[in-house]
């Protein structure tokens, strides 16, 4: 029967197609360049592993310093040697209280107690979607900052608005997590990389050369 016959192969074609495309897609997102390249970079780790001075000196020193960057780092509090908390200071300069030790009213992580306030007023504005950004840098999306309801909402906001992200975000610390970090290390466009002490070095290469391949040199264009 030949229209039998026809309708069989035109079958085993559809089906032969199917398999085919998918294995294509799946060849496309696992490829090196694929990998390399990812819209929203994030590097983990332990505490004091170096994430913070990892993303300083890329931005402000190394491959970065021709691009609108806006977000903003954390910074310990020393006093006597001793560190007594954490500032946050956004890429124009400006600061505020991100947590202390010895207050006893406020959300906890730790022994620090968590300045909800004085966060927002620096971090809500860095991280707004603007169309004059080129880079958002957030450090860190962790425990701290997710006392700050706003500042979770506006992480969701920017990293659906498809502008590139690059930052710190929390590791698992003696076996737990935190839900909402694990489901933004989850997503299709995003990479994450593991940050010790012990591969200081080659991590640092591996950052600039994602930033760099992303964002490569054409003019000067740094406002901050």
């Known amino acids: 029967n030949t229209g039998g016959y026809a309708a069989s192969m035109r079958s085993w074609l559809v089906a032969l197609l199917t398999v085919l495309s998918s294995t294509f897609m799946a060849a496309i997102k696992s490829s090196p360049l694929s990998s390399e390249i990812p819209r929203i970079l994030y590097i983990t780790g332990q505490p004091s592993c170096g994430k ?73 504005p860095s991280i707004k979607v603007r169309g004059d950004v080129d880079l958002y840098v957030i450090d860190e999306i962790g425990r701290m900052e997710l006392h700050s309801r706003g500042f979770k909402m506006a992480v969701t906001k920017l990293i659906e608005s498809g502008k590139p992200v690059f930052g710190s975000i929390a590791a698992p610390r003696y076996g737990r997590t935190v839900e909402f970090c694990e489901e933004l290390k989850e997503r299709e466009d995003t990479k994450t990389i593991n940050l010790k002490p012990s591969n200081r070095e080659e991590v640092y290469g591996e950052v600039k050369a994602i930033l760099c391949n992303k964002f490569p040199k054409k003019e000067s264009k740094n406002l901050r």
Do not use: Q
């Open 52 to 124: 913070t001075t990892l993303i300083k000196n890329m931005v402000r020193e190394d491959g970065l310093k021709h691009l609108r960057v806006s977000g903003f780092y954390t910074e310990e509090v020393l006093e006597g040697g001793r560190r007594v908390g954490f500032d946050i200071v956004d890429f124009d300069g400006r600061s505020g209280v991100l947590a202390r030790k010895g207050i006893k009213s406020g959300p906890k992580t730790g022994e620090y107690t968590i300045m909800v306030d004085s966060f927002e007023k620096i971090a809500l």
